[in-house]
């Protein structure tokens, strides 16, 4: 590394940059020195916004550019061109000897024409290469002085910091001292854990002589994992609250359902199945019948998914669970035996195995809060839809007729059947309206899952467990006991891991209902028992 700067320095002191595209110093890229061949490459790169500096620089990522007799020539096609100058040369060389990069340098050409789009007019392309740049530097400290001049130019507020922590790493490598210690400073606001290896180095007195240097890098590293910690923090929060979302939608038509008609329904998650298999038939009719309009499928799944699930629901309802009321031993092995019957069916129709089922375009991607932080955008979409559907489950609950018969059967059945409630009908749309959120769950699940026939088994255990610690009935305490499961079991899974959490979770939930049967939120009603 040291002899590579001493070359680069030599290069620069000579003439360097002003004289990049010397015939005689270009014949170094033919050199069987490596060292000799890489100084010649990153005295390319230090004059990388040259046009003929860019022309060669191009000519190398490609593997263009040969040694014919004493000069260094480009074969472009039928022509061949002079390396320096670029004009044709005629009568052109016979049989030149193509010049073979190897790995390292080949990295070391293409982050120089990264760089050089540094200087572009076009702010896309200027906030692209910078991005590339500071995934995969390679080698950085060649480029400084163009990472320099970029940084001198750049007004951009979302460009200038990236370009900051590029020329920061760059000048890690420089001998200035002075210069290495700003670097440190510099990269001491970053949160990326590639900083953070860049740094550790610097601990050590055998990489780093410089002991206020060391001690300004151990600062460095302390203040970037704080950062570090606060992104992998909020990172486990958001995906608890996605799980939370997806065990919301598998819940809120169980506590319907539980609250209303008391049916322990074990079938529950096949309906989040049939769900899923809704939007994977509609992705396959778009693609089928409407190719233009493939990345608005999931929209059209959404009332599918809906209404064929309570379709099940309400025909499982009528032909099996009416006849089993107030025998809950019964009705969950008939339910078992139902949902066996739904798995069996989905194999028959879809197959055993799993089936593609795609994002679409506007659901692809993420918000990048942090360098270690990024928030897809289907996890995103699936929050605002457990949102949305939790509103419309809490109008129709709180502001409809329908809403006001389900409350009345949950408080007190009886009593509702004797002032004219048709208790038998709620049931059934009740029991409809369960199994169609659960398909609306489906549909989100199918963003971020496998779709399969086995698919809703991992779920039915932990819907009834928000069900049961929300509350019976509950839509407050559905919402709250999903969202604190769904966060307590990330955190539990990054500390003991997925088995050890689950069952930790299940320990908690039974202490938690040994203490208060009621759940976080209890009924209200004379005859609630």
């Not at 440190?184 to 606001?189: E, F, H």
């Not at 002991?211 to 958001?238: H, M, Y």
């Not at 608890?240 to 939608?249: D, N, Q, R």
């Not at 539990?492 to 979770?505: D, Q």
Request: proline share 4%.
């Amino acid at each position: 590394m040291k002899r590579l700067l001493f070359l680069i320095s030599l290069y620069l002191w000579a003439g360097g940059v002003a004289a990049a595209l010397d015939p005689a110093r270009l014949k170094d890229l033919a050199s069987d020195d490596f060292d000799v061949k890489q100084a010649a490459v990153a005295t390319l790169a230090a004059a990388g916004d040259d046009t003929d500096a860019q022309r060669l620089l191009k000519a190398l990522s490609e593997d263009a550019v040969a040694v014919a007799g004493e000069r260094l020539v480009i074969v472009a096609g039928d022509q061949v061109l002079d390396a320096a100058t670029g004009a044709a040369i005629k009568p052109a060389p016979a049989n030149p000897e193509s010049i073979n990069l190897n790995n390292s340098l080949r990295q070391q050409v293409d982050g120089a024409l990264a760089a050089v789009r540094l200087l572009s007019t076009d702010r896309a392309e200027r906030l692209t290469a910078a991005r590339a740049l500071l995934a995969d530097m390679g080698e950085g400290a060649p480029l400084l002085p163009l990472f320099d001049k970029a940084l001198a130019q750049e007004q951009d507020r979302e460009i200038k910091p990236i370009l900051v922590q590029l020329a920061a790493q760059a000048a890690l490598g420089s001998p200035d001292v002075a210069r290495r210690l700003q670097a440190v400073r510099d990269l001491a606001g970053s949160g990326s854990p590639a900083v953070k290896a860049l740094l550790l180095p610097l601990l050590d007195p055998a990489n780093e002589p410089e002991e206020k240097l060391r001690l300004e890098a151990g600062t460095a590293i302390k203040a970037i994992d704080a950062r570090l910690a606060w992104s992998d923090t909020a990172g486990q929060i958001f995906t608890g609250i996605s799980l939370g979302s997806i065990l919301l939608l598998a819940a809120l038509g169980l506590a319907i359902t539980y609250g209303v008609m008391g049916v322990i329904n074990m079938a529950h998650g096949e309906l989040l199945m049939v769900g899923a298999y809704s939007a994977y038939a509609m992705q396959a009719l778009f693609r089928a019948k409407f190719p233009e309009f493939v990345d608005y499928y999931v929209l059209a799944a959404v009332p599918v998914a809906f209404f064929v699930a309570a379709a099940v629901g309400m025909l499982m309802e009528r032909t099996v669970i009416r006849h089993l009321y107030g025998r809950p031993l019964e009705t969950l092995l008939a339910t078992w035996g139902l949902s066996l019957v739904l798995i069996q069916a989905a194999r028959l129709l879809f197959g055993a195995q799993n089936v593609e089922v795609a994002n679409p375009a506007w659901m692809s991607g993420g918000v990048q809060l942090a360098e270690n932080l990024s928030l897809p955008w289907n996890r995103l979409v699936i929050v605002a839809f457990s949102g949305f559907v939790l509103l419309l489950v809490w109008l129709m609950m709180n502001k409809t007729r329908l809403g006001m018969f389900v409350r009345a059967v949950t408080q007190n059945r009886p009593m509702a059947g004797c002032v004219g409630v048709p208790t038998a009908r709620i049931d059934t749309l009740a029991f409809g309206i369960g199994s169609g959120i659960a398909g609306l769950g489906g549909v989100a699940l199918s963003q971020i899952a496998n779709v399969g026939p086995d698919m809703g088994q991992g779920y039915i255990v932990d819907s009834f467990m928000v069900v049961v610690l929300g509350g019976v009935g509950q839509l407050a305490g559905a919402v709250w006991a999903a969202l604190g499961l769904g966060i307590v079991t990330k955190f539990l899974e990054g500390w003991a891991g997925a088995v050890i959490a689950k069952i930790l979770v299940l320990v908690f939930i039974i202490i938690f209902i040994q203490k208060r049967p009621q759940g976080l939120f209890a009924l209200k009603g004379r005859f609630v028992d």
